[in-house]
């Protein structure tokens, strides 16, 4: 089962480090992915019941997942990101980011200059 619990008690404090979260104490999880770039919240996650974490920070020190497969990860499109996070969790570099097309409706020139 996939949840997302928006008032989860895990804070960016040095003192928390040391509180039980009662959120989630009899609970366990497969796999939780981490984006934001607050250390001690991920150090608060760590303390968790989980099979792995997926961290980006400090170049995916606290993270069970490593970037074994040196996918970049700053700079680039979003749905890049996103791609190259599955890739982590799978282990596959081979993963392709399907080609999208726009509807016939929309003027070339509008998007191309939206994009510019």
């Known amino acids: ?12 404090s040095f003192f928390n480090l040391f509180k ?10 497969d796999l939780i992915i981490d984006l934001q770039k607050v250390v001690l919240r991920t150090l608060n996650l ?6 792995s974490l997926l961290a ?8 069970d997942i490593k970037n074994n497969l040196n996918l970049n990860f700053k700079k680039i499109y979003i749905e890049q990101f996103y791609f190259n996070l599955l890739s982590l969790i799978q282990n596959k570099n081979n993963i ?15 998007i191309i200059q939206f994009f510019k």
């Open 46 to 51: 760590k303390k968790l019941n989980m099979v």
């Open 56 to 63: 980006l920070q400090i170049n995916f020190l606290f993270s």
């Open 20 to 29: 039980v979260n009662s959120i989630f104490k009899s609970r366990h999880y």
């Open 96 to 110: 392709l980011i399907p080609n999208i097309e726009l509807p016939k409706n929309y003027d070339n020139e509008i």
């Open 1 to 12: 089962m996939d949840e997302f619990i928006e008032y989860n008690q895990i804070k960016s």
